[in-house]
């Protein structure tokens, strides 16, 4: 059983930035493949990106990619998203969830392939 907490939501400025954080227990982290999701008021919750077990393969939503960065640190047991140039649009909360696999290079898009689920944390960009 894995526990996921995310942290570093916040209130930014449209250009601004922040890095939410996914600090998991519970389990072993090194055996998961990390996505990071987004659900905005009144609509469905949405891939923003994944990151492989081993941190070496990633890939993100068209609508963050060039501004929103995954990585992993294994030894911290924590995810990270590191997102950029935030605009009013990328309003939600983010959820991080994790994937236990055998397969170290695979990274999964579709949140059915998650079993664990963070609380999620709040961003809000003004405008």
């Known amino acids: 059983q894995v526990h996921l907490v995310e942290s570093g939501g916040g209130l930014v400025q449209a250009g601004g930035s922040l890095r939410l954080s996914c600090a998991a227990s519970g389990g072993t982290f090194r055996s998961a493949a990390m996505g990071w999701f987004r659900q905005a008021p009144g609509k469905e919750r949405e891939f923003v990106g994944a990151?492989?077990?081993?941190?070496?393969?990633?890939n993100y939503a068209d609508s963050v990619k060039g501004r929103f960065t995954i990585y992993r640190d294994n030894a911290k047991n924590t995810a990270y998203l590191q997102m950029n140039s935030l605009q009013p649009e990328d309003t939600a909360d983010y959820y991080c969830?994790?994937?236990?696999?055998?397969?170290?290079?695979?990274?999964?898009?579709?949140?059915?392939?998650?079993?664990?689920w963070g609380q999620g944390t709040q961003v809000t960009v003004s405008s």
């Open positions: 969830a994790a994937h236990e696999t055998y397969f170290s290079s695979m990274i999964y898009a579709a949140a059915g392939s998650y079993e664990y």
């Open positions: 990151i492989s077990r081993s941190g070496e393969i990633t």
